[in-house]
């Protein structure tokens, strides 16, 4: 008895990891989640209690349905399409992705994650296009802006340009000179008054020289 019990457990490990490669194809990326080998199981080495997404999994049949896709098992903001790289739902096990493959890395789908609302858009079917998009628009819009301010500026360069040249024409001009409209007043006379000493000057020297002529008038009569 013991011993039929030690091989039905050997039994089911054996099943077990054969049954794990199998699942792992019968989801998109599943083996692509960097450190995780069962996608479905808490222990991320596979075997014993299954997580959010493993249970969802089991429900919808161990196949990978639209429902199960368009599903956020975790409950953080993503659904398991989305963070397997099957944004739109069109992944198969006989087809794989075809032409609708994402370059983002594959995420753990039952267990939650912090994802930014950037992320969250790029990673929408179609999103990570229009994230591009968006930003080659936005390239382009600041080179046209550039250009533009370029151009306004060597507008504004020339006009600067020409004005200074009409302002040179403009230095040569000379403006005429204002004259006074009212009439000029009558010529003061500048010429300096002849001193009164003057003729006091005069008087004396003639009362000096006629007083010698008279002493010498009256030695000769003696």
């Not at 457990?9 to 699942?23: G, N, V």
């Not at 753990?108 to 930003?135: I, K, W």
């Amino acid at each position: 008895m013991k011993l039929a019990l030690q091989i039905c457990a050997l039994s089911s490990l054996f099943l077990q990891c054969d049954a794990r490669p199998s699942f792992v194809a019968l989801i998109p990326n599943g083996n692509g989640v960097t450190g995780v080998a069962a996608l479905g199981h808490v222990n991320a080495a596979g075997g014993g209690r299954t997580n959010p997404f493993g249970e969802a999994f089991g429900a919808a049949g161990r196949e990978w349905t639209k429902e199960l896709c368009e599903a956020d098992s975790d409950g953080d903001g993503a659904t398991n399409g989305e963070e397997l790289g099957d944004s739109c739902c069109t992944w198969t096990p006989s087809a794989g992705f075809g032409a609708s493959s994402s370059s983002a890395l594959p995420t753990h789908p039952g267990v939650a994650n912090s994802f930014s609302t950037e992320q969250l858009a790029a990673m929408t079917c179609g999103g990570e296009a229009d994230l591009n998009a968006v930003a080659s628009s936005g390239a382009a819009s600041s080179t046209s802006s550039m250009s533009g301010s370029g151009s306004q500026a060597l507008t504004s360069s020339s006009f600067g340009s020409s004005s200074s040249s009409n302002s040179g024409s403009f230095d040569d001009v000379v403006a005429p000179e204002l004259q006074p409209r009212f009439s000029p007043g009558p010529k003061l006379d500048q010429t300096s008054p002849t001193p009164a000493t003057s003729d006091t000057e005069s008087l004396k020297a003639s009362v000096v020289a006629l007083y010698c002529f008279s002493i010498i008038a009256l030695a000769l009569t003696m």
